[in-house]
């Protein structure tokens, strides 16, 4: 495999860098990306630190700074040591700026204010952490999004990825033997989705996970016909109940939640 650093500089978390680095990234095989984040860079002794170190380990530079004597330092150097180096936001910002007749802000961290928005994502990642794994069914009716599902399709952490976007998601497991809580089919305001897997890599995940926990053993929890009985059972309920479906065998958790959103929206603009 080819092996190549990676510097993500950024003013401010780095999240941006990261995101866009990684799906770029990705679109080429065979190649080790070592990743390198400098965030929070706002000076010009901060930038100089991080310049010794690309200096040190040449590769590609990918940056989101908005000030601009800190982008032609960093230009400017990159050149000289005769590395790549991409401003991420660039084209975004100056079609923006077309469009609307306006100039951008150039503020660092400008995406992470302390706003209302980030305060409703706050309460939403509460919401998901207090709703976890059919925890507090009283409450399941204050909630945007209710996942149901059998063990190990995803639901905690797509719970908390659509919490990240503003939504109170909640998620109930499907245990045999137990009934769901009474409060589920009684939702009005809630979107309820029912996440369901392929049952052979539904084991695969279940033996992985019983192996980080020290447990090597058998049990019904991985049973071929017990495991296929859960999803058969889950498939008919969702159906009885008419909640539209995922599967989550060959999606990621970002895929399953983008699906999900997409359900929420087209709900919510159905009216």
């Not at 950024?10 to 990705?26: L, M, Q, V, W």
């Not at 000030?67 to 401003?87: K, N, Y």
């Not at 045999?176 to 989705?193: H, I, N, Q």
């Not at 019904?220 to 109940?241: C, G, S, T």
Request: hydrophobic share 40%.
């Amino acid at each position: 495999m080819r092996r190549f650093h990676l510097h993500l500089v950024s003013d401010a978390t780095g999240e941006t860098c990261i995101t866009i680095a990684r799906a770029a990234a990705a679109q080429f095989q065979g190649v080790d990306t070592v990743e390198h984040l400098w965030s929070l860079v706002r000076t010009e002794t901060q930038l100089r630190r991080v310049l010794t170190h690309v200096e040190a380990e040449p590769g590609v530079v990918m940056y989101t700074l908005v000030d601009p004597q800190l982008r032609t330092l960093l230009d400017e150097e990159c050149r000289r040591i005769e590395v790549p180096c991409i401003p991420l936001l660039d084209a975004a910002i100056t079609a923006l700026s077309a469009f609307l007749g306006v100039e951008s802000r150039n503020q660092p961290g400008r995406q992470h204010v302390m706003d209302a928005a980030y305060l409703k994502r706050i309460e939403a990642m509460n919401y998901a952490l207090a709703h976890d794994d059919g925890h507090s069914p009283a409450s399941l009716r204050e909630a945007d999004i209710v996942l149901v599902g059998v063990s190990r399709t995803s639901k905690t952490p797509t719970c908390f990825y659509l919490a990240n976007r503003g939504l109170k998601a909640a998620n109930v497991p499907m245990v045999p033997g137990c009934p769901l809580p009474s409060e589920l089919p009684a939702l009005k305001g809630a979107l309820v989705v029912g996440l369901t897997c392929h049952p052979e890599h539904l084991i695969d995940i279940r033996r992985s996970r019983m192996r980080m926990i020290g447990d090597v053993g058998e049990t019904a929890y991985v049973d071929p016909l017990q495991v296929e009985e859960e999803v058969r059972q889950a498939r008919r309920l969702f159906a009885e109940a008419a909640w539209p479906v995922i599967d989550v065998t060959d999606r990621s958790i970002e895929e399953t939640a983008a699906a999900i959103l997409q359900l929420h929206d087209r709900r919510a603009h159905s009216g």
